[in-house]
């Protein structure tokens, strides 16, 4: 059964950093697309940014310049660097993974960025 453990969450002031961390396990093949999502109180889950096995990525227009993603492609763990936190990026963060028709996810971790 393929599991993602998140971690790395928690609180931090505006401009501060962040660093989440997710592993898939489990499994015994390379996950196609790995990557995040958000979701803040009130609103609907959003992509964060995702990343190829092929080393492809796609941001979200908020997070650009600011976040990173990186992945350990034979581990199959992906982590997310978060700089210059604006209290806008609160919400709970959950780790996605994709591979031929079946996508996963985590249980999430929460972010919250203070003013």
């Known amino acids: 059964q393929v599991q993602l453990v998140e971690s790395g969450g928690g609180l931090v002031q505006a401009g501060g950093s962040l660093r989440l961390s997710c592993a898939a396990s489990g499994i015994g093949f390379t996950m196609n697309i790995m990557g995040w999502y958000r979701q803040a109180p009130g609103k609907e889950r959003e992509l964060v940014v995702t990343m190829s096995s092929g080393g492809t990525t796609n941001y979200a227009d908020s997070v650009k310049g600011r976040f990173t993603i990186s992945r350990d492609g034979a581990k199959n763990t992906v982590y997310l660097q978060m700089n210059s936190l604006k209290p806008d990026d609160t919400a709970v963060y959950s780790c996605?993974?994709?591979?031929?028709?079946?996508?996963?996810w985590g249980q999430g971790t929460q972010v919250t960025v203070s003013s």
């Open positions: 996605y993974a994709y591979r031929v028709g079946s996508r996963y």
